[in-house]
C-alpha cells in the first residue's frame, strides 16, 4: 500500500514539475515571440542630411523607435537595389532654399511603385517652426513637393527644427538664405538650432508602437 502512494506521489511530483517546464517554456516562447517577430521584417531609416541635423534627427527617432532598424543616408545606398531590400521605411529629409534632397526625390520618382507601398513614416527637418498660418502653409508646401512623385502621402508625418550655423554653409547656400531671410522673411540672418531630440524619439517611438512592433 505504501508503494502504490509513493508511486502516485512520485506521479504527481512529475506531473507537476512538467506542467512548471510547460509554463516556463510557453512564457519562454511568449517572450521572444515579439524580437522574433520584429527580426523577420526588415525596417530602414533612410534620410537625407546637408549638415548634420537631419542626421542627428534620424539618430534620435531610431533611439525611440527601439533601433530596429537600420539607419541609412540616402548619399551612400544604391538607389536601384534599396526598395528590394527593406520590408518597411521611415524617409526624412532636410529642406533647403532647393528643396528636399535630389537623390531622395530621385529615388521616389524612380521606384515609385516598389517604395510607395513600403513607406509608413516620413519626416523633414527645417527652419520654419510652423507657429502662424504662413509657417504651416510653407511647411504644407514643403510635403507636397517632398512626396510630388508618390500617389499618396505617407500615413505618418512629422516636421523637426535644424539647425543654422552660418559658418559651415557653402558660398551658394549663404547667399541665397541670406537672401531669403531678408527680403522674405524680414528676419536677421544668424545662427540658431531648433533641433529637438525629446519630440523626435517620441515621434520614433510611436512609429513603433503602430508599425514596427
Given at each position: 500500500?505504501?508503494?502504490?502512494?509513493?508511486?502516485?506521489?512520485?506521479?504527481?511530483?512529475?506531473?507537476?514539475?512538467?506542467?512548471?517546464?510547460?509554463?516556463?517554456?510557453?512564457?519562454?516562447?511568449?517572450s521572444i515571440k515579439?524580437?522574433?517577430?520584429?527580426?523577420?521584417?526588415?525596417?530602414?531609416?533612410?534620410?537625407?542630411?546637408?549638415?548634420?541635423?537631419?542626421?542627428?534627427?534620424?539618430q534620435w527617432i531610431a533611439k525611440g523607435a527601439g533601433d530596429n532598424l537600420d539607419i541609412l543616408d540616402i548619399e551612400t545606398v544604391d538607389l536601384n537595389t534599396i526598395a528590394d531590400r527593406y520590408d518597411m521605411f521611415i524617409i526624412?529629409?532636410?529642406?533647403?532654399?532647393?528643396?528636399?534632397h535630389i537623390r531622395m526625390k530621385e529615388l521616389l520618382s524612380a521606384k515609385t511603385n516598389q517604395i510607395?507601398?513600403?513607406?509608413?513614416?516620413?519626416?523633414?527637418?527645417?527652419?520654419?517652426?510652423?507657429?502662424?498660418?504662413?509657417?504651416?502653409?510653407?511647411?504644407?508646401?514643403?510635403?507636397?513637393?517632398?512626396?510630388?512623385?508618390?500617389?499618396?502621402?505617407?500615413?505618418?508625418?512629422?516636421?523637426?527644427?535644424g539647425r543654422m550655423n552660418i559658418s559651415k554653409l557653402s558660398e551658394k547656400d549663404r547667399k541665397l538664405l541670406e537672401n531669403f531671410y531678408r527680403n522674405i522673411l524680414k528676419r536677421e540672418f544668424k545662427d540658431w538650432d531648433r533641433t529637438d531630440p525629446k519630440a523626435a524619439k517620441s515621434f520614433g517611438a510611436k512609429i513603433s508602437q503602430t508599425a514596427i512592433s
Open positions: 500500500m505504501k508503494e502504490k502512494t509513493r508511486s502516485r506521489r512520485d506521479f504527481l511530483h512529475l506531473a507537476s514539475k512538467m506542467t512548471s517546464v510547460s509554463i516556463a517554456a510557453f512564457s519562454f516562447g511568449c515579439p524580437s522574433i517577430e520584429k527580426n523577420s521584417t526588415k525596417t530602414a531609416l533612410l534620410y537625407g542630411t546637408r549638415y548634420g541635423a537631419t542626421k542627428d534627427t534620424a526624412g529629409s532636410g529642406v533647403w532654399i532647393d528643396g528636399v510607395e507601398p513600403k513607406i509608413i513614416a516620413a519626416f523633414i527637418v527645417c527652419g520654419t517652426t510652423g507657429k502662424d498660418k504662413a509657417g504651416k502653409k510653407r511647411i504644407e508646401g514643403y510635403f507636397d513637393r517632398f512626396f510630388q512623385p508618390l500617389n499618396n502621402r505617407p500615413p505618418r508625418l512629422a516636421y523637426f527644427g
